[in-house]
């Protein structure tokens, strides 16, 4: 019983060194298996995807650049953006040739202005005449030379005819004509303007009907603020301007 007792207890240790090891084996053996699976996945994964950052939220997956949210090549159906020249229609040529021409004659009107009126309200007028349409002649020259439409060299004969009367008077005469056939023009013109900048399609018309509207509200304010405007000009404008 002795020599058993004793042989147990010399065994013992052996024993339990023995499950040590062996436990000590297994955990690194499934360490090294997780190890290899983990590094497995981490080759398959992109680049910050460990932060929750897919390669789509970059813009760099394959259809990144339609717009987000759509499926199934859904963006591929955009409308295509238009190319070539743009439309420019007889109203947007006819447009730009009144513009010329209203410069050819109220420049000249705003000069007279300064030499002929005896009000200073009507000085006033004239200068913003000679500012505004100077301004307007350069862009509208430039816009026609971009678009090829031609530009006339002189005012119409009705045009030259006005600034032959107003050449012809002075003072309150000449106060009353300038008021009243600028006021007239600018009322008709005014109207135009806005049916132009309604249709046209072309952007450098758009632009300039746009500049050409600021100028002949300011030219109209002016002309009224003198207090020499009759009703007369007013119903001609009206009657003018009124769809038939």
């Not at 159906?77 to 020249?85: H, S």
């Not at 705003?110 to 913003?128: D, P």
């Not at 307007?136 to 971009?146: M, Y």
């Not at 005014?190 to 249709?199: D, P």
Request: aromatic share 4%; charged share 25%; with cysteine.
């Amino acid at each position: 019983m002795r020599s058993n007792r004793r042989t147990a207890e010399s065994t013992l240790p052996r024993t339990i060194g023995v499950f040590v090891a062996a436990c000590a084996v297994i955990a690194t053996v499934l360490l090294m298996t997780r190890g290899g699976d983990e590094e497995a996945s981490a080759s398959q994964t992109p680049a910050g995807a460990g932060y929750g950052q897919s390669t789509a939220g970059y813009g760099h997956s394959a259809g990144a650049g339609h717009a987000t949210g759509t499926r199934d090549g859904a963006a591929d159906k955009a409308e295509p953006v238009p190319t070539g020249p743009q439309p420019v229609t007889e109203v947007d040529k006819t447009f730009l040739v009144k513009v010329r021409q209203a410069g050819l004659w109220e420049i000249p009107a705003g000069r007279l202005a300064q030499t002929n009126a005896s009000s200073e309200a009507v000085k006033r007028a004239g200068l913003h005449l000679i500012d505004g349409h100077s301004k307007l002649d350069q862009l509208v020259r430039e816009d026609a030379k971009i678009l090829g439409v031609p530009l006339p060299e002189e005012a119409t004969a009705e045009q030259q005819g006005w600034v032959t009367q107003m050449e012809n008077a002075r003072g309150v005469e000449f106060d009353r004509l300038f008021a009243n056939l600028l006021r007239s023009s600018h009322g008709k013109i005014f109207a135009t303007i806005g049916e132009v900048r309604a249709a046209t399609q072309n952007d450098l018309i758009r632009r300039h009907s746009r500049q050409a509207n600021q100028t002949v509200l300011d030219h109209l304010e002016v002309l009224e603020d003198t207090g020499l405007v009759d009703s007369a000009t007013f119903d001609d404008v009206e009657k003018s301007v009124t769809p038939q």
